[in-house]
């Protein structure tokens, strides 16, 4: 019935209110865990840059590893020396794919005496191409200002009035020429040959020229049987 006093607990033994053994003081992680619960900033793997990637997943300065030098392309896909954006080659053509009209200088006037060049070019081949008809076979220096006159003579009447005077000339000297082959048995005949081969070369050359500068060429000795 008497008072019994406590049990003394020895310093070094536990106590009712202390945590289980294993863990630490003030409920700290248990050990290989920092106190703060934050990671500290560490060094990114080997092979990527400091700093981390930037915003879509792609490293700081716009190159993936092994950028330009190590075999990489340029952000954006293109290669380092590739072409430019827009899928142009340097010096290429404009956008739309055609290339710049070419230049091309206003028409000059046209030549003094004739409408065109066109014009003038016709009417010396009926001269000249007349000369040379009768220069060559004697008996169809008329064959190149009929075709002439034929052809072009209903679109250019500069063009006609060349070829009606040189087709009538080359006519007139064509049957020249026939007399003096029917009347070649005759000495005459070769004299009549020969000055009509002469004289329907010359004057066919000399009103060829006269058409280069711009004159209707009235020939000699011509009769007009073609108007």
């Given at each position: 019935g008497g008072y019994i006093p406590p049990r003394q607990q020895p310093a070094d033994s536990p106590r009712d209110d202390d945590p289980p053994s294993g863990f630490p003081q003030d409920s700290a992680p248990p050990g290989g865990f920092p106190q703060d619960s934050a990671l500290p900033d560490s060094a990114p793997p080997a092979g990527y840059p400091q700093?981390?990637?930037?915003?879509?997943?792609?490293?700081?300065?716009?190159?993936?590893p092994g950028g330009p030098g190590q075999g990489g392309s340029p952000q954006g896909g293109y290669p380092p020396d590739g072409f430019p954006q827009g899928g142009y080659p340097p010096g290429g053509f404009p956008q739309g794919g055609y290339p710049p009209p070419a230049y091309s200088p206003p028409p000059g006037p046209p030549p003094m005496g004739y409408a065109s060049a066109?014009?003038?070019t016709w009417a010396l081949v009926a001269h000249f191409g007349g000369a040379a008809g009768m220069f060559l076979t004697l008996f169809f220096g008329w064959l190149a200002p009929l075709i002439i006159l034929v052809s072009r003579g209903n679109q250019s009447p500069t063009v006609r009035a060349h070829a009606v005077a040189a087709l009538n000339f080359q006519l007139?000297?064509?049957?020249?020429?026939?007399?003096?082959a029917i009347t070649v048995c005759f000495l005459i005949g070769w004299f009549i040959l020969v000055v009509a081969w002469l004289v329907g070369t010359v004057i066919g050359i000399i009103a060829g020229?006269?058409?280069?500068?711009?004159?209707?060429?009235?020939?000699p000795l011509a009769f007009p049987l073609v108007k």
């Open positions: 700093g981390g990637a930037t915003q879509g997943g792609y490293p700081e300065g716009g190159f993936a066109d014009d003038k007139t000297w064509t049957i020249v020429a026939a007399v003096g020229l006269r058409a280069n500068d711009g004159q209707l060429y009235n020939y």
